[in-house]
């Protein structure tokens, strides 16, 4: 590996350090600061393919560093996040099953993207919007009626899965 | 997908889905169970691949699928039980360093071996056998000294990245 090609890769080496960050301060029910640990993560996840590109170092190695660590950030992080924070109470082991397949729908839809290999289009809704959009909706928590949270996630972990064209911008 | 492609992937889903068990555990203090959990995933992920080659289904979607598991059941799991059990008192912010980086250093491995394609060997210390190492140890912790696990969170973190030949069973 070449120095530029190490920038990048430290970019998305970042995102997954955001993803455990989040996790750790949804233990310690910091609630508000794990929702925008995903939110950084999300703008570095968005900077480091177009650094990559920009650099010409876009490599099969930062593709695969990257969808491991989208998975942590935007799939495991928020499931913990919503789990915790609006599932737990009050809907128990419902609650934690829901957060639970948003997560492995994350999974599938990262792997089932990296070996179609469809460049003019994303193929269900990607996890990297799912996640920071349920880490938004954390925010404004205090807001939401406690069902919105079970519904949305179902929803979009539904999306997901789905054979939905979303248009790349 | 045919059905019997389904199986070894069922297998991988459970192992992700342990792996989240796990940091659900732990956020509970119930760390006995979090380990366990860990050492649960090991065991289906000895699993999923010998059932993919057995039936003839072995994919590119259930290996990609393998590592995103992987890293979530032997990375961040392992990463975030040994901090809040072991590292957190009495190390505070180093300890979580230690944590984070064993969790950034089990990604590098699983990307960089999967562009690999070597199949005669590992090149490092399989996450997979890293992130087991470290549940066992921490069921032990009582009979362990408070040193045992910075040093042998970094060994390992370490061995994974490195260019250590390991024999494939």
Known sequence: MNHKAAIPNAF??????LGILSIVYTMDQNYR??????????????????????LDVASPFGKELDSLSDLVSFGVAPAILIYAAQLNEPYGIIGLTVAILFALCGAIRLARFNILNITTHFLGIP??????????????????????FPVAMLLLAGLMVSNLKVPKF
Chains 1, 2 share one sequence.
């Not at 998305?12 to 350090?17: A, E, I, Q, R």
């Open 12 to 17: 998305t080496l970042t995102n997954l350090l």
């Open 33 to 54: 600061m794990s929702a925008i640990m995903i939110l950084l993560a999300a703008i570095l996840d968005g900077m480091d393919g177009k650094v990559a590109r920009k």
């Open 127 to 148: 996890i990297t919007v799912a996640g920071p959009l349920m880490a938004l909706f954390s925010l404004a928590g205090d807001h939401l009626p406690d069902l919105f």
